[in-house]
């Protein structure tokens, strides 16, 4: 299995700092990933569905820790990227204000 797309969904949240759609091998969608950031930095949170008893189920999730790991570095990976991308627009942007 191959991580073949990565969309990054920024948020203006505390925690949640976005959302992300994948696709497998080019013909497997997972919608609505999230990043969060956690006591111990960001983290990958797997779509999930509310229960009738308040908690929370994941209706997709890795079978083993190599899948969530290879997982979780390519989504930050791309949305670090992406961060660092909008980063740099904005500084660019105020920078020609200032001229």
């Not at 791309?78 to 660019?92: C, D, F, K, M, P």
């Amino acid at each position: 299995m191959n991580i073949t797309d990565v969309r990054v969904f920024p948020v203006t949240e505390d925690k949640l700092k976005a959302y992300v759609t994948i696709t497998l091998d080019h013909c497997f969608v997972i919608r609505d990933l999230k990043v969060i950031h956690g006591a111990s930095g960001l983290f990958i949170a797997m779509p999930a569905k509310k229960r009738k008893d308040g908690t929370y189920k994941d209706i997709a999730h890795p079978l083993n820790a190599d899948t969530r790991t290879e997982m979780e570095r390519v989504i930050l990976s791309e949305y670090e990227r992406q961060t660092q991308q909008g980063h740099l627009g904005v500084s660019a942007l105020l920078a020609a204000e200032a001229d």
